[in-house]
């Protein structure tokens, strides 16, 4: 399958600071990023859909201020946590899915193109 | 996205098959059922996904029932490894793509 490539994949940092995650599709174009959060013993939450060239758009209770979203290329997609503080310690996730007009064909079935995740940055605030 | 519902956790002998269902009665004709699976302190793994046909590939095989409310993920035999969270999502795609995930299925294979 594809690759998604997140960095760094853990981060400590001060309260207050800000802490940039990079995600990479490293093998394929991706038009579309998603960024996911998920605290312990829960299930992943979307935070925000970001589309190359365009504004990212977020998921209701998250703040676009505070979670800084760029995807300037299709291989790149940046989280910035702006203003750090121990509630947003957490486990972050990326996923990219593949530009084009999708569907790849299987047998007479042309198939929806699915995501691919990045292996998560773990982010704790002190 | 119609709602999908799991068990919340389910064991299985390592080697044997292990059997996931997915409960989908909502699901609407475009959407497609998906499989992903997330081990501990990782990111979601891609497993698998249909529309109505079962599919097959190197991981699994998903099973969908003919009138699409039910689906089930088969892992043929499991290994300590298949450890993990499955989550079974349905999801139309195109433009307004966006996973949401529900709490999945903790399976554990025991040795």
């Known amino acids: 399958g594809a690759v998604v490539s997140q960095h760094p994949s853990w981060v400590i940092c001060k309260s207050g600071t800000s802490v940039k995650i990079e995600c990479r599709s490293l093998d394929f174009q991706a038009t579309t990023m998603f960024w996911y959060r998920q605290f312990p013993k829960q299930s992943l939450m979307l935070m925000a859909t970001s589309n190359e060239g365009s504004k990212a758009t977020y998921e209701q209770g998250v703040e676009k201020d505070k979670f800084l979203i760029n995807h300037a290329s299709l291989t790149l997609s940046t989280l910035t946590v702006t203003s750090a503080h121990p509630e947003d310690s957490s486990f972050y996730i990326c996923?990219?899915?593949?530009?084009?007009?999708?569907?790849?064909?299987?047998?007479?079935?042309?198939?929806?193109?699915?995501?691919?995740f990045g292996q998560g940055t773990r982010l704790t605030v002190v | 996205d119609a709602k999908t519902t799991q068990p919340t956790s389910m064991d299985c002998a390592e080697g044997r098959a292990a059997n996931l269902p997915c409960n989908h009665s909502t699901i609407s004709g475009n959407e497609y059922v998906y499989w992903y699976r997330q081990i501990h302190s990782q990111g979601p793994q891609y497993i698998i996904h249909g529309l109505k046909n079962n599919e097959t590939n190197e991981m699994a095989s998903l099973i969908i029932t003919e009138d699409r409310k039910s689906s089930t993920l088969i892992l043929p035999h499991a290994t300590l490894r298949d450890t993990a969270v499955y989550y079974c999502i349905a999801h139309s795609g195109g433009s307004n793509y966006k996973l949401t995930f529900g709490k999945g299925t903790l399976l554990t294979v025991n040795p």
């Open positions: 996923s990219a899915r593949r530009s084009g007009r999708g569907g790849r064909l299987h047998g007479n079935q042309k198939m929806n193109t699915e995501a691919f």
